[in-house]
């Protein structure tokens, strides 16, 4: 049921996180599954063994495979977050306030001068978030159109 309710209501903004939580239930339902093989419905000693290193094979793999998209998360964010310092500091830290424009840069026109602006403006801002206002910057609530679809789905389901 869940496996349905998050393939057909996407909760997640973004594609790659919808896929996540496909996988983890898809594995969930497999781990359950082996579970039922250690009742008294599988009399076989041996069928049980099997069953339990195939139960540890399938656990193991989610945790590997959630810790390496964790990595993979951490390393894009934190290059992107090296960049955009990296961008800050070339910006602003070359510029004095006798000479606005460094000899070294090329010269901007108007639109190019004031996306430099904003820029230094947002990075202004960020450094000056809280931790809560960055998580809400960085998870924004989901999409109208997610909770609208979550509703009418939860409404045709019978109790």
């Known amino acids: 049921m869940v496996i349905i309710v998050v393939g057909v209501l996407d909760p997640f903004k973004k594609k790659e996180s919808n896929r996540w939580e496909l996988f983890n239930c898809f594995c969930q339902l497999v781990i359950t599954c082996h579970l039922l ?4 419905f599988v009399q076989s ?10 139960l540890i094979a399938v656990t193991c793999l989610n945790i590997l495979c959630n810790i390496a998209y964790l990595v993979v998360i951490s390393v894009r964010s934190t290059s992107r977050f090296c960049r955009k310092l990296y961008c800050y500091k070339v910006c602003c830290l070359t510029k004095t306030k006798k000479n606005p424009k460094a000899a070294s840069e090329p010269e901007m026109d108007k639109e190019e001068e004031k996306e430099e602006i904003e820029e230094v403006k947002q990075m202004e801002l960020f450094e000056a978030m809280s931790p809560e206002e960055r998580h809400r910057f960085f998870n924004p609530p989901e999409s109208q159109e997610s ?13």
Not at 45 to 54: C, F, L, R, W
Not at 147 to 158: D, G, H, I, S
């Open 37 to 40: 093989c250690f009742t008294e």
């Open 45 to 54: 000693n041996d069928a049980k063994i099997v069953v339990g290193y195939s």
């Open 147 to 159: 909770v609208l679809k979550r509703e009418q789905l939860l409404q045709n389901q019978p109790l």
